[in-house]
């Protein structure tokens, strides 16, 4: 077999193969003789019909034969004479379809074509300039955070003997169903809790849940404007039907020092609670900043860097953003089945812009990784797999068992902490001065769509001790 190489591209190589008429004839009598043991040819007895008057009645199924027979193998030699890694299967051409003979009276011309990956080229990614800009604390913003916590143990106590009032909370079995669309499945919520006059409840519900007293029924109408949060009642209109189980007030705990040791997490007093929750915040802001440097330098390292990405890797990456853009918006309520094929490939082409970003940036990465001789223990993995576990505040078993569902298992954790030790490479290399904090109205336009991957994975796993927690209760919200 004789083969030639061409290289089209960084990512694509074109491999010319002939394969000598000798070892076509051995395989095409090879097949010959396997169908005429088996054949039914009228005329003659099983298996004695005469070898030319096989080939002849089976000739397209005997070719077809020697084609599955001959070229895998061959395909695979000339691929690793030339010590390629494709990264799809081979798209392979005849030379002379045409006229294909397989007798083994001339030599099969063909050529394939493959896509590699491409040789990266050694990053410049000591020296990059970023500006640690760090948020100042907002104000009044640790005194919302210190409400919600007090929202959090809120009670809700009956009232009696009185009709409902703003301020109230009702508890209420509703049911919705939609004019517009009579056999729609309605909307249905017991034991709904809904506060009157809260900021986040449609004012429908409160104008027509005021006046009401336990037991009492009413039917309102609500229309919904066109550009109403949720696609599912956006530019509807429903009509409620609404009774009333009991009304109740919210009373929120004192703020003293009783109250801050109650919370279980070791403060003193008061005083001591707003000191380490202030810390926290500094923290919480410095790290934010921290992040916002890493994106800046991963943005540069991409724009100093230009090369040919194999399109397998980047159609791979952008069906995948865009399943997920489709998750999302089913979970936003939106029918998919609805959805105009001009948006989904608007849609598409947008990821695949991000997703040659990512691609690339992953490769870059990964180069970086290997010239720092960056490496991941197993103490690492089980240490990260626990930070997940707090994160998400779940056991660790059922971390590990959703990750060993995915396919690369634990092995994708390594590469994530292998990706992030990249980045924190380049930022340790970085030359970073301290600015002043730029509000939106200062910032620059953002010139990158989406954050690195590595980005996301440090997010997802900081333990930030800043937790906005709010009252676990059902509330009908304009979002809902």
């Given at each position: 077999?004789?083969?030639?190489?061409?290289?089209?591209?960084?990512?694509?190589?074109?491999?010319?193969?002939?394969?000598?008429?000798?070892?076509?004839?051995?395989?095409?009598?090879?097949?010959?003789?396997?169908?005429?043991?088996?054949?039914?040819?009228?005329?003659?007895?099983?298996?004695?019909?005469?070898?030319?008057?096989?080939?002849?009645r089976f000739k397209e199924e005997i070719q077809n034969e020697v084609l599955r027979e001959?070229?895998?193998?061959?395909?695979?030699?000339?691929?690793?004479?030339?010590?390629?890694?494709?990264?799809?299967?081979?798209?392979?051409?005849?030379?002379?379809?045409?006229?294909?003979?397989?007798?083994?009276?001339?030599?099969?011309?063909?050529?394939?074509?493959?896509?590699?990956?491409?040789?990266?080229?050694?990053?410049?990614?000591?020296?990059?300039?970023?500006?640690?800009?760090?948020?100042?604390?907002?104000?009044?913003?640790?005194?919302?955070?210190?409400?919600?916590?007090?929202?959090?143990?809120?009670?809700?106590?009956?009232?009696?003997?009185?009709?409902?009032?703003?301020?109230?909370?009702?508890?209420?079995?509703?049911?919705?169903?939609?004019?517009?669309?009579?056999?729609?499945?309605?909307?249905?919520?017991?034991?709904?809790?809904?506060?009157?006059?809260?900021?986040?409840?449609?004012?429908?519900?409160?104008?027509?849940?005021?006046?009401?007293?336990?037991?009492?029924?009413?039917?309102?109408?609500?229309?919904?404007?066109?550009?109403?949060?949720?696609?599912?009642?956006?530019?509807?209109?429903?009509?409620?039907?609404?009774?009333?189980?009991?009304?109740?007030?919210?009373?929120?705990?004192?703020?003293?020092?009783?109250?801050?040791?109650?919370?279980?997490?070791?403060?003193?007093?008061?005083?001591?609670?707003?000191?380490?929750?202030?810390?926290?915040?500094?923290?919480?802001?410095?790290?934010?900043?921290?992040?916002?440097?890493?994106?800046?330098?991963?943005?540069?390292?991409?724009?100093?860097?230009?090369?040919?990405?194999?399109?397998?890797?980047?159609?791979?990456?952008?069906?995948?953003?865009?399943?997920?853009?489709?998750?999302?918006?089913?979970?936003?309520?939106?029918?998919?089945?609805?959805?105009?094929?001009?948006?989904?490939?608007?849609?598409?082409?947008?990821?695949?812009?991000?997703?040659?970003?990512?691609?690339?940036?992953?490769?870059?990465?990964?180069?970086?990784?290997?010239?720092?001789?960056?490496?991941?223990?197993?103490?690492?993995?089980?240490?990260?797999?626990?930070?997940?576990?707090?994160?998400?505040?779940?056991?660790?078993?059922?971390?590990?068992?959703?990750?060993?569902?995915?396919?690369?298992?634990?092995?994708?954790?390594?590469?994530?902490?292998?990706?992030?030790?990249?980045?924190?490479?380049?930022?340790?290399?970085?030359?970073?001065?301290?600015?002043?904090?730029?509000?939106?109205?200062?910032?620059?336009?953002?010139?990158?769509?989406?954050?690195?991957?590595?980005?996301?994975?440090?997010?997802?796993?900081?333990?930030?001790?800043?937790?906005?927690?709010?009252?676990?209760?059902?509330?009908?919200?304009?979002?809902?």
């Amino acid at each position: 077999m004789k083969t030639e190489l061409t290289e089209v591209s960084p990512t694509q190589k074109e491999i010319k193969i002939e394969i000598e008429p000798e070892a076509v004839k051995e395989v095409y009598n090879k097949v010959s003789q396997k169908y005429a043991k088996g054949a039914n040819v009228p005329g003659f007895r099983k298996g004695l019909a005469p070898l030319d008057v096989i080939r002849l009645r089976f000739k397209e199924e005997i070719q077809n034969e020697v084609l599955r027979e001959l070229l895998p193998e061959k395909v695979q030699q000339a691929i690793e004479e030339h010590s390629l890694q494709p990264l799809s299967e081979p798209q392979l051409h005849f030379d002379n379809f045409d006229n294909l003979k397989l007798n083994g009276s001339q030599s099969l011309l063909l050529h394939i074509h493959v896509e590699v990956m491409p040789e990266i080229p050694t990053p410049d990614y000591k020296g990059l300039e970023s500006t640690r800009r760090v948020r100042p604390l907002p104000e009044g913003e640790m005194e919302r955070i210190i409400d919600q916590r007090r929202q959090s143990g809120a009670t809700l106590m009956p009232v009696e003997g009185r009709k409902s009032e703003t301020g109230d909370t009702v508890i209420v079995d509703l049911e919705g169903t939609f004019a517009d669309d009579p056999v729609a499945e309605p909307i249905k919520a017991d034991d709904l809790e809904i506060t009157l006059g809260d900021a986040n409840i449609e004012q429908s519900f409160t104008e027509n849940l005021v006046g009401l007293e336990p037991d009492e029924e009413k039917e309102f109408t609500v229309e919904y404007p066109a550009e109403f949060s949720s696609p599912v009642l956006a530019g509807k209109t429903v009509t409620y039907k609404a009774k009333v189980k009991s009304l109740g007030k919210i009373e929120l705990p004192e703020l003293d020092d009783e109250w801050a040791q109650s919370l279980d997490e070791g403060y003193e007093s008061l005083d001591d609670l707003k000191t380490r929750l202030g810390k926290d915040m500094e923290s919480v802001s410095k790290s934010d900043a921290d992040a916002a440097v890493r994106t800046e330098l991963i943005n540069k390292l991409l724009e100093k860097h230009e090369f040919e990405i194999p399109n397998t890797l980047i159609e791979a990456q952008a069906r995948n953003l865009l399943n997920n853009f489709a998750q999302d918006m089913q979970q936003r309520g939106v029918d998919l089945n609805k959805v105009e094929k001009e948006f989904v490939q608007m849609a598409y082409n947008q990821m695949r812009t991000q997703a040659e970003r990512d691609v690339r940036g992953a490769m870059l990465l990964e180069k970086i990784a290997d010239l720092e001789k960056v490496e991941v223990t197993d103490d690492e993995v089980v240490k990260e797999i626990e930070m997940m576990a707090h994160y998400y505040n779940v056991p660790v078993e059922q971390i590990k068992e959703s990750i060993n569902q995915q396919q690369g298992g634990e092995a994708n954790i390594a590469n994530n902490l292998r990706t992030r030790k990249a980045v924190e490479a380049i930022f340790n290399h970085a030359k970073i001065t301290d600015g002043e904090w730029l509000d939106e109205t200062q910032k620059p336009t953002e010139t990158v769509e989406d954050k690195p991957k590595s980005e996301k994975a440090t997010a997802e796993t900081a333990d930030a001790e800043v937790k906005e927690e709010k009252p676990k209760k059902k509330t009908a919200k304009k979002d809902k």
